[in-house]
């Protein structure tokens, strides 16, 4: 039986490869297939409604229809079309609908308010900061008032960036833009009037210099929702012709044929990092077209310091050579890069392992883009945390490396009381209990019993099909009872790396499952595992899923040729 199995997986990953090999590109990235955003579009609607009325008239239109015709029948909309309807989409939209196509909306916009209250209003968000977001675009539509939100202290700004930098992190730009919208709609009275007016003209030279770290003027982490919100803000406090310009240029040149928008316009960077890696690990290390992609990859490391995160030069982001770096990027980069062995650049390399250890924070874990925030959907994350370990062992740091073991012992108390961990940026439980299997048997702390209750924990999830899904979150939209390919990737090298032999029946069937959902162009579909806001909307992203299942595949592929004793003596 099992060399049926193993005959099944060669053949499912040259199938794999051929297929990802004939679509990349000369210069050795791969195109991805950006999916189309509900925030992302009724964002944009809004913002070109707002600031560019008359020229953008046919773009708003075929915007809210197409926003109109991705309803769900519960009166709701996910993160993508088709997703299971959330909060924060459903009040985005139907706020873009009622204020740009008020004629037509009646109907879709009632059922979406129905629905909205059934799940408890916008004030059911635990993240404050989202129901800020939430009630400014039911403002912006006329369905409710700011006058008497809580005041975005603008004025923040105008301290040291040390002081605020851990607070914000990435959600500067929305913190501006909101501060913007509130006080245009609800103006600040006496001295809360008096400090947002001084500190206006720095929070607009502060969203100025972020669009001078990106890939392209007027866009703002390459993301058209953010862009949007951006757009609507600097609307709303008058900021000067140019900067408004720039954002509705940005927004009117992504606009798909359909009408709608991308989630994000950069996701090859990442998705690239991962097809390489699967590539390395399912055997393809020498192949002169992986070659080429690690030059790629190395060539969008980025050169120059930004600033706004404190951060040097050394790292990657999802967007290329510019934007905004993070440590989950930069780790999986790094991945990708050092199956190369002394064939890899040491420069490039070094710089980006020492950018990777420099962004550990004083607790041992890494988050996302800041070290030592306190804003939560940055981190610590457990995801991210078990990555960066693998990617700096992987680089030449030893178990022994007082870094290392900070990191473990941070992961190992990080534990959820079930065994589980969760993620920052994808979905559900499997990704991060998984992967942080993987760095504790990487970093020689297998056996410790938080590592055994985490394994434990992941076999428990596998549903009776021999495939996982997310686990029992019970976030919106996620479907427990339902399998994914990318979940499903993670479990199976994450078991292996705990010392489980291919041989079991439980891990054969996980490998059957994934061969058996393999597509007939040899790729595997995705599913929205990816999360764009943290538990309120989700994406589906190719390249990732298809280089997870390649990493897992080859993993299983050497654990079957190595045999049941040599798996237990290596474990």
């Known amino acids: 039986m099992c060399s049926d199995v193993d005959s099944r997986v060669d053949s499912s990953v040259a199938r794999a490869a051929q297929a990802l090999f004939a679509i990349q590109r000369p210069e050795g990235s791969w195109p991805n297939r950006r999916p189309t955003a509900v925030l992302g579009t009724a964002g944009a609607v809004v913002a070109l409604h707002l600031a560019d009325p008359e020229r953008s008239r046919d773009l708003i239109e075929r915007g809210a229809q197409w926003l109109a015709a991705a309803q769900n029948a519960d009166g709701g909309w996910g993160g993508v079309p088709r997703a299971a309807s959330q909060l924060v989409p459903t009040v985005v939209t139907a706020s873009a609908l009622t204020l740009t196509a008020p004629r037509t909306a009646g109907e879709p916009a009632r059922r979406a308010l129905d629905l909205i209250r059934s799940l408890g209003g916008v004030e059911s968000l635990a993240d404050p900061g989202m129901v800020h977001m939430a009630t400014t675009f039911l403002a912006l539509a006329g369905l409710r008032s700011l006058r008497g939100s809580r005041r975005i202290p603008l004025e923040l700004l105008l301290l040291p960036r040390r002081l605020w930098r851990p607070r914000l992190s990435f959600r500067a730009a929305p ?92 996701l090859d960077l990442i998705g690239g990092s991962y097809v390489a890696r699967g590539l390395a690990d399912a055997g393809y290390r020498d192949d002169p077209r992986l070659a080429r992609a690690r030059q790629w990859l190395r060539g969008c490391q980025q050169d120059q310091a930004f600033p706004l995160y404190d951060a040097p030069p050394g790292g990657w982001g999802w967007e290329g050579p510019h934007g905004w770096p993070n440590f989950l990027d930069s780790a999986n980069v790094l991945a990708a890069l050092t199956p190369a062995g002394r064939e890899e650049p040491a420069e490039h390399l070094r ?12 607790r041992g874990s890494w988050g996302t883009f800041v070290p030592d925030t306190t804003l939560a959907n940055d981190g610590p994350c457990p995801y991210t945390t078990a990555q960066c370990v693998e990617s700096l062992l992987d680089g030449g740091l030893s178990r022994g490396d007082p870094r290392i073991a900070k990191a473990l012992d941070w992961l190992l108390a990080a534990q959820r009381p079930d065994g589980t961990y969760e993620a920052l940026w994808y979905r559900g439980l499997t990704a991060a209990t998984a992967t942080a299997l993987v760095a504790f048997a990487r970093g020689g702390v297998g056996d410790h019993p938080a590592a055994r209750r985490a394994r434990e924990a992941l076999l428990a999830g596998q549903l009776a099909d021999g495939s996982w899904g997310p686990g029992d979150t019970g976030t919106p939209g996620d479907d427990p009872s339902r399998g994914t390919v990318e979940e499903t990737a993670w479990a199976l090298r994450g078991l292996l790396a705990a010392g489980l032999p291919a041989q079991d029946d439980r891990l054969r069937r996980a490998a059957e499952w994934i061969v058996s959902a393999q597509g007939d162009d ?50």
């Open 351 to 362: 710089t980006g392992l020492d950018w990777l250890v420099s962004r550990q924070d004083g």
């Open 175 to 266: 913190f501006v833009a909101m501060a913007f919208i509130q006080a245009h709609d609800a103006a600040p009275k006496g001295v809360g009037g008096l400090l947002h007016r001084l500190a206006r003209p720095t929070a607009l030279r502060l969203l100025q210099e972020m669009e001078r770290g990106e890939n392209d003027r007027g866009g703002y982490g390459g993301d058209n929702w953010l862009a949007a919100v951006v757009c609507i803000g600097l609307c709303r406090t008058g900021a000067p012709a140019h900067m408004i310009a720039a954002t509705v240029d940005y927004l009117r040149s992504n606009v798909r044929p359909d009408g709608s928008w991308h989630i994000m316009q950069g």
């Open 522 to 571: 040899g790729l595997w579909d995705a599913n929205p595992v990816c999360l764009h806001i943290r538990r309120l909307a989700y994406y589906a992203d190719g390249l990732i899923g298809n280089g997870l299942v390649l990493r897992a595949l080859g993993a299983y592929r050497s654990a079957l040729a190595a045999g049941p004793v040599a798996r237990r003596e290596a474990s």
